[in-house]
């Protein structure tokens, strides 16, 4: 079966938060995709339409199923049934085990530049972020574990929230670094939160390593959350599960989501899951390889027209990390202007922590007309800021 994914949806008064913007910009910056999701999904959720009632729900049996299967068929790994609990979001869920498994003023560890909402669910609860930055060197991103087990030692370190694959970067981890990862914060008492959403979003022929399955020690120390709603551009559906092998640390994660009320699906939330992981791998498959051909699209053109910018080269995500190197500090007002004067809605890099200070993050999840847009936009007005000109 082919999928189009040339197809251009119009987003626009549709109530979507990446396209609620004035009538000639262009978002690119959240990481929501402009495609329509699997086909296989949208029929098992205009049955569920087509029933009518839509009532309190249940967890049922297919959902774990539905998880454990995917985890096993597609990432050599599956969890127990009894690991996993159903919630409503990635975030939700992070900010509830931020809540319930540490208190007021200790330190949360992230590895900078990296997802923006980590800074919000560590300090709007009253913790403090520890920034680890990653070591950044001929444009490759690595971990800096001198500096890593430094920061698990101080003793107000309770929680490392590890991005697996990471995001903005866009790097997958491999095993060994996951492992040493979980030596060091069970040596110094440190619980792992490790946040996977885009795990199914790798690069034809690569795989990721859940941090879970790393080690026996990865195990006994780790939370992680689950969704389908990222590779599947499901974000709107609000699901997601988290798995915990743990039996302590499981009993603390699910009261935090039951107390926070974030552990009821809506009437929606399951069924969609379960096609996802039931019947959508065809579909992500070849969303996976037009995803590709988009990254080489960017990549190849700014190598041509925009040879002082350099993309960063990743192996998961549909977001590009690129570094604006000759505009030094200035690529934060650079984002601005690219709004401000071409319509073209890019994150400045400074969302991400200090680290992200000169570059910008792309999605690049649409049709490749639409792209084709944006790097025209981004070309024109790199011209312009260089040259101080001003477009109107």
């Known amino acids: 079966m082919k999928y189009d994914f040339d197809q251009v949806t119009d987003r626009r008064n549709s109530n979507s938060l990446k396209w609620d913007v004035a009538e000639n910009e262009l978002p690119m910056w959240v990481a929501d995709m402009d495609f329509q999701t699997a086909p296989e999904i949208r029929d098992a959720l205009e049955k569920r339409v087509a029933h009518g009632v839509f009532g309190y729900n249940i967890v049922p049996d297919e959902w774990y199923e539905a998880y454990c299967g995917w985890w096993r068929k597609n990432h050599h790994f599956e969890p127990d049934r009894e690991w996993l609990m159903f919630s409503t979001g990635v975030v939700p869920t992070i900010s509830s085990v931020v809540r319930k498994l540490t208190t007021p003023g200790e330190n949360i560890l992230i590895q900078t530049p990296v997802y923006n909402i980590f800074f919000n669910s560590i300090r709007n609860n009253g913790r403090n972020v520890l920034e680890c930055p990653l070591h950044y060197e001929n444009y490759r991103y690595s971990i800096d574990f001198c500096q890593l087990e430094e920061r698990l030692a101080d003793p107000q370190t309770t929680m490392m929230i590890l991005c697996n694959p990471h995001n903005p970067v866009g790097k997958i981890w491999d095993r060994e670094t996951l492992r040493e990862i979980g030596e060091l914060c069970c040596r110094h008492h440190v619980v792992v939160l490790s946040d996977e959403i885009h795990c199914d979003l790798t690069a034809p022929g690569l795989a990721y390593v859940p941090f879970v399955s790393a080690s026996d020690t990865c195990r ?29 640390l499981r009993h603390k994660v699910w009261r935090g989501i039951n107390t926070d009320e974030v552990a009821e699906p809506n009437s929606f939330a399951v069924e969609a899951a379960v096609a996802a992981f039931g019947r959508g791998k065809p579909w992500l498959d070849a969303l996976r390889e037009y995803l590709q051909k988009n990254k080489c699209m960017v990549a190849d053109f700014f190598q041509r027209e925009l040879p002082g910018f350099h993309v960063i ?12 190197g000759e505009l030094g500090d200035k690529a934060g007002e650079f984002a601005a202007f690219l709004r401000r004067e071409t319509g073209l809605y890019l994150a400045g890099g400074e969302e991400y922590g200090e680290e992200g200070k000169g570059f910008v993050r792309w999605n690049v999840a649409c049709p490749k007309t639409v792209l084709a847009d944006g790097l025209e936009r981004f070309r024109l007005g790199a011209e312009r800021f260089k040259s101080g000109g001003q477009m109107r």
Request: charged share 10%.
């Open 220 to 248: 006994q120390i780790s939370i992680t959350c689950l969704a389908p709603t990222k590779a599947f551009n499901l974000a709107g559906l609000q699901t997601s599960a988290v798995m915990v092998p743990d039996p302590v």
């Open 313 to 324: 080269s990743t192996d998961a995500t549909y977001l590009l990390w690129i570094d604006c």
